[in-house]
C-alpha cells in the first residue's frame, strides 16, 4: 500500500476527524471561559480585592538599589538591576482561568451522564434456552424414538 494511500485512509477515518472537531471547539471553548474570565469574574474579583489588574500583582524579595516604588509596573520592577520579583499576579489568573474551565467541562459532562441515564432502557430480548436445556431436549427426543 502506498504511503499517500495509507496517510489518505488514516486522516479520513471517523477518530481523526472527531479529534479535529474537538480540538477545533475545545479552542473556541477556551476563548469563551478566557472571556468569561476576564470579563465577567475578573473585575468582580479585583473589585473585592482592590486590584484592576492581576498581571502587575508582585513582591519584591530583593531590591539592592531600593529602584522599586510602589505602584510600579511588574514590566518595570523586573527590569531593575539585581532585583528578585515573585511575580504571582498573573498565576492567579491562570489558576482561576482553568477551575472555571474545569468547571464548565464538568458540568458538561455531569449533564450528558445525566441525559444518557434518562434514556429509556432497551428492553433486552426474552432469554432463550440455555445450551444445557436444549442437549436435554434433543436427549428426551432420541429416547422417544
Given at each position: 500500500?502506498?504511503?499517500?494511500?495509507?496517510?489518505?485512509?488514516?486522516?479520513?477515518?471517523?477518530?481523526?476527524?472527531?479529534?479535529?472537531?474537538?480540538?477545533?471547539?475545545?479552542?473556541?471553548?477556551?476563548?469563551?471561559?478566557?472571556?468569561?474570565?476576564?470579563?465577567?469574574?475578573?473585575?468582580?474579583?479585583?473589585?473585592?480585592?482592590?486590584?484592576?489588574?492581576?498581571?502587575?500583582?508582585?513582591?519584591?524579595?530583593?531590591?539592592?538599589?531600593n529602584g522599586i516604588t510602589n505602584g510600579m509596573a511588574l514590566v518595570d520592577a523586573q527590569a531593575v538591576e539585581n532585583a528578585v520579583v515573585f511575580a504571582y499576579g498573573n498565576f492567579i489568573t491562570v489558576a482561576i482561568n482553568f477551575l472555571l474551565l474545569a468547571f464548565a467541562v464538568f458540568l458538561m459532562v455531569k449533564g450528558i451522564n445525566k441525559l444518557k441515564r434518562e434514556e429509556a432502557p432497551v428492553e433486552e430480548a426474552p432469554a432463550g434456552p440455555t445450551q444445557e436445556q436444549l442437549l436435554a431436549e434433543i436427549r428426551d427426543l432420541l429416547k422417544k424414538q
Open positions: 500500500m502506498g504511503f499517500v494511500k495509507e496517510f489518505k485512509e488514516f486522516a479520513v477515518k471517523g477518530n481523526v476527524m472527531d479529534l479535529a472537531v474537538g480540538v477545533i471547539i475545545g479552542g473556541a471553548f477556551g476563548k469563551i471561559v478566557d472571556s468569561v474570565v476576564k470579563d465577567l469574574v475578573m473585575p468582580i474579583v479585583s473589585a473585592i480585592i482592590g486590584s484592576p489588574d492581576f498581571s502587575n500583582m508582585y513582591v519584591v524579595l530583593k531590591d539592592p538599589t
